[in-house]
Structures are given as C-alpha cells and as structure tokens.
C-alpha cells in the first residue's frame, strides 16, 4: 500500500533558534568535555544575566564520573540511554537558581581547588574512571569539615561497580552500600518493585515541599541522616553475582529477603559543612527529573547544601511545562507494559524547550501543555479546575484516547470539552463511541504505513498499525494518514486549545521499545510523531 502522511503544520523543522532565544535567553550552553586540552576545569555556564541573588559556585567531578553528566542533553537525533538520563536538565535549572557551574576534567579533587566552591557534585562513578586515591578521599573530609558541600548520586546494587568505587569516600561520613535494590510493594511503587512512589519523609529542610518523589531503581544507604524512605512493606532485592554485568536481582521478594524499609535520602551536617547522598541517578536525569517533586528536591538540595536556603516554587522557573497528569492514570508512565507509556513519557524530555512534568496532585502552577494519557480513573469536580484553568489561561489541553476502546473517564472528558464531536470509519458510519455497541464494522485497519520526512534519504519508517477513523470537521484535523484510495486515518484533531490524538498504540511502548534499548526501524514511527506533534505544540505556544 503506499499511504503517505499529511500535516496542515508543514512548519515543522529541526531549526529552532527563536525558541532557543526565547526560552534560554541567558543561559550558557555546556561546553563541550574536552580532557586533551590540559585545563583541570572548565567553565559550563552561570545564571542568567539578570539574576540578581547572591551567586554560589557548584563543581561537577568528571574526572571519577563521566557517564550521565551535565553536558548530555537529550535529543531526537541521539536514542542512546545516556541521553535520557543525562543531566544537562538539572544543571539548566540549578544556574537558573544562583549558581556557576564548572566541570573538573582533569587531575584530582585537591584542597586548593575544593575551597573554591560552595558545593562539589559526583554524580554516579563507575570502574572506567579513576578510583578515589587516599589524598582525595582526606581532601574531601576536610573540605566538608571545614564548611563545604557535598552531593553524591549512588544507585542500585554495585552497578558499574558503583558502590566498591564510591563506598571508601562515603564511609568516612559513616555511610555503607549494600549491593541490593530498593523496592516495594505496588501501592508505594510505579507498577514494578523497583520504580519507587517516596511519600514518607522526615521533617528536614530537604523535604520541605515534597508530597511525592520519583526514582527509578534505587539503591539503599546505611548510614546516618536518613530523610526519606521507602514503606515499612518494603524490601532490598539482593544482587546475584552470577548474573553480570546487569547487577539485577529478581525483582521479586524472595524468602531471605526480608521485609523492611529503606532509606534511599541522607542529609548529614558534619564538621562545619553538609553532605546529601541520593540512592538514584534517574531521579535528577534529564528523562525524569520532572517527575512528582523532584525538582522541588534538586533546588531543596543545592540550597541547604550552600547554606543558600530561599523559597522555592516552580512559578519561578523561566521554562515552559509540559505536564502528564497521574491524577487520572494508572501510573501508565511508569509502566514498562507494552500497552504503557513509560517510553513516551522519557521522550517528552527531548523536545528541549519545556521541562516535562508528572503530577500526582494539583499542579502548582498552570501548566503550558497538560496531557492526559487514557484516563482511567474519572476525574473529579475540583480536579477539572485544574483543566479548565490550562484552557482558561490560553494553554493547551491534550488527550490521548482510542476512539474505538476508549475509557469511561476518556469519554466523560470528551463529553466536557468537545461534545459535538463526530467520528467516522472508512465506510462512512458514524463510530457511536458514546454507545454500547459501537460502530465498527468495515473500519480499514492501515498496516505497514511508510511515512516520510525530515529524514535521510531513503529511510522508511512504518506503522504497526492504523485504526481508519476520520472526524467528520475537517478543519479540526491537525494530521492524518491517507493512501491511494484516499482512506483516511487521523491522528490529531483540535477545537480551540482541546486537542485530541487518536492513535495510542503509536506511543505505547509496543511501538516505540523501552528507553534502554536503541528502537529499530519499525519502532521510530511514534518517535518520529512524538518529536512532530512537540514541535507543531511549541509553535502553538510562542503564536500565543
């Protein structure tokens, strides 16, 4: 069959240097790593000009951890794991708060260069970089004593061998790392054991803000200090070292694993200075920073750390927000299912120009995008003005539903915002979707679908599948598919600020593979569409 695809948004480019301007005015972009030059540090970027605080200074260790640093940003064009969990995000965010950010990429943490700064950060090491030499872990000691900050991201069981690299420095705070996972049970969880829910926290400055934090397979920190935990149902699945090099146990609990609560947050006062250890690298990386409130806890975090403490609330934050809301969902962002949404949601954080959000209670801000993914749970009266406020500030509402298995809840939201909606199958009928017997007889199924674009030449992407539905105003219809025959497929639809993908299996992750894999050809069809219908998104924003 040879379908083609149509847009009305033929705007759709990869240049987006006005966006750029608008968004991050102000802002260093990173530069480049470069250890052959013979500079121990580099300069990445600062706050904006027109920041008026008291400016602190932040170093980032590149000489233990290079793996998922601050330079890695995510993007389309590059697929790889790294650049989903990369923190190029978060270091956006921790200039825009006051500091100057420089990068070690040479030599070793020496007292001279640690009294520079207000806070040292090393992000998650590994055995292809140095180990800490004994003058460093003493230089380190003293700078906490006599006043200086420091950060430390550790994760799950001794990935990379992780914890055997990081556990001599940690153990002179009196920090150990078992080689486990965190886990716990479904209701404290994203659908997995391991993908936690954190809502049990102690009374700390760190905390202050946080109904929910976000971290994708955590490791547990023994030790003092502890400010946030997993629940009492909770468990540490044990490493099996037969099993190199994923470092996984078997995600379940087994009868010598027993039941118990893990601290995964540690705040510490030592000497004159401060230490926060962190058991999760994901939970500030680029895909997932926005999830519940981590972000809230990054800028909780660097301001305790610099003895810089200042409200924080995200209406201060100078980027767009595209939200998911969870408030409807089944945590479907955290479901690695096939029929979840945990890859389209890391993607969100590739489009560059809006920080991606999860929420789980009442946004505290009005957010630019909000998204709703199959709801299904309804939502409620108080709920809706949450809804009704992104439409009444001329943001953009956007619903993902099945216009052939839709949900209640989808159709009760349906049924708010566009009621006089009519849907079509390829033979003419009218998809009484609104029914108990729905219309579907003779509704073209469009399979192997090539799809064309701002690609190289000769690429071919397909479908894995197209239902044929077709909105009956065809003015609404923002892109569809159409062959040779001209039977239509619509994927997106608009009324006003209401818009409507009709399509979900394309972002399921049947369609586009999970975000630790590299999505084979047939796979890139939903990525293409992700990073299309973001780019139309955000030319709808800035016409606004």
């Not at 030499?133 to 003493?138: L, T, V």
Request: glycine share 8%; aromatic share 12%; hydrophobic share 40%.
């Amino acid at each position: 069959m040879n379908t083609k695809i149509r847009f009305d948004f033929m705007v759709f480019n990869l240049v987006k240097n006005k966006i750029a301007i608008l968004f991050f005015i102000g802002f260093f972009l990173p530069a480049c790593i470069d250890n052959s030059t013979g500079k121990k540090i580099v300069i990445a970027g600062g706050p904006s000009s027109d920041y008026q605080g008291e400016k602190m200074y932040i170093l980032e260790d590149l000489v233990h951890s290079e793996r998922q640093n601050s330079s890695i940003k995510g993007e389309f064009s590059h697929l790889e794991y790294n650049r989903s969990h990369g923190f190029y995000n978060a270091f956006q965010l921790i200039r825009h708060r006051g500091f100057e950010h420089h990068q070690l990429v040479n030599g070793r943490l020496e007292p001279e260069i640690l009294s520079q700064y207000d806070i040292v950060f090393i992000n998650l090491v590994d055995s292809s970089h140095p180990q800490f030499s004994e003058k460093e872990i003493e230089a380190v000691e003293d700078y906490v004593k006599q006043g200086g900050g420091l950060f430390c991201i550790i994760d799950h069981t001794n990935v990379y061998e992780s914890a055997a690299q990081m556990e001599p420095l940690l153990s002179r705070f009196g920090f150990s790392l078992p080689y486990e996972l965190a886990c716990d049970q479904p209701e404290f969880a994203f659908k997995q054991y391991h993908w936690l829910l954190i809502t049990r926290f102690a009374s700390h400055y760190i905390t202050n803000g946080l109904e929910h934090i976000g971290l994708l397979a955590a490791g547990p920190i023994v030790g003092p200090g502890s400010v946030a935990w997993t629940s009492e149902e909770g468990f540490s699945d044990f490493w099996d070292p037969d099993n190199p090099p994923s470092y996984w146990g078997n995600f379940r609990q087994d009868p010598e694993e027993p039941t118990k609560s893990n601290s995964i947050l540690n705040a510490l006062e030592f000497g004159d200075g401060r230490i926060v250890v962190v058991g999760d690298q994901n939970v500030f990386g680029n895909a997932y920073l926005g999830v519940g409130d981590n972000i809230h806890l990054l800028m909780n975090i660097v301001e305790w750390l610099s003895k810089n403490e200042k409200d924080f609330s995200m209406e201060n934050m100078p980027f767009p927000e595209i939200g998911v809301d969870q408030r409807t969902d089944d945590n479907s962002i955290g479901d690695s299912g096939l029929s979840g949404y945990l890859s389209f949601y890391g993607h969100l954080s590739r489009q560059g120009y809006a920080l991606n959000r999860a929420y789980f209670s009442e946004p505290e801000t009005v957010p630019d995008i909000l998204i709703a993914l199959e709801p299904q749970f309804y939502v409620s009266n108080e709920d809706k003005g949450s809804y009704q406020k992104v439409l009444e500030n001329d943001k953009i509402l956007f619903l993902v539903a099945d216009v052939f298995e839709p949900t209640d809840p989808a159709i009760d939201m349906i049924n708010e915002f566009w009621s006089e909606i009519v849907f079509r199958n390829n033979a003419g009928e009218i998809i009484e979707f609104f029914t108990e017997d729905p219309v579907t007889s003779e509704v073209e199924i469009l399979e192997d679908v090539q799809l064309m674009g701002n690609l190289p030449e000769g690429t071919v992407l397909q479908f894995p599948h197209c239902k044929g539905v077709k909105v009956e105003d065809r003015n609404s219809v923002v892109a569809w598919l159409e062959d040779d025959e001209s039977n239509k497929c619509d994927l997106l639809v608009k009324k006003d600020n209401f818009y409507l993908f009709l399509q979900p299996a394309l972002w399921q992750n049947s369609a586009i593979r999970n975000g630790k894999q590299l999505p084979e050809t047939e796979h890139l069809m939903g990525i293409y569409l992700i990073e299309k219908v973001l780019l139309y998104l955000e030319e709808e924003l800035v016409a606004k």
